[in-house]
């Protein structure tokens, strides 16, 4: 058995801006990892399916897969 840890990020945080409460306006996004923990959520009845790690191209602001 392999002992390493390896960490990757999953999702990234995209701040588009800033709206008028200052507050900071974006959204998660994949980064195209899909997580050695996936099939073990699989096995354990979990549905999750692997395009929620697919990474979206994003253009004029709209997202498409």
């Known amino acids: 058995m392999n002992n390493e840890v390896k960490l990757q990020d999953?999702?990234?945080y995209k701040q588009?801006?800033?709206d008028?409460?200052?507050k900071v306006v974006g959204s998660y996004m994949?980064?195209?990892v899909i997580p050695t923990f996936?099939?073990?959520l699989?096995?354990?009845g979990e549905?999750?399916?692997e395009d929620v790690f697919q990474p979206i191209h994003?253009?004029?602001g709209v997202g498409s897969a």
Do not use: K, N, R
């Open 10 to 12: 999953i999702f990234t």
């Open 30 to 32: 994949p980064t195209g």
């Open 58 to 60: 994003v253009m004029d």
């Open 20 to 22: 008028e409460d200052g």
């Open 47 to 49: 549905q999750l399916s």
């Open 16 to 18: 588009a801006g800033v």
């Open 42 to 44: 699989t096995t354990s």
């Open 38 to 40: 996936l099939e073990h």
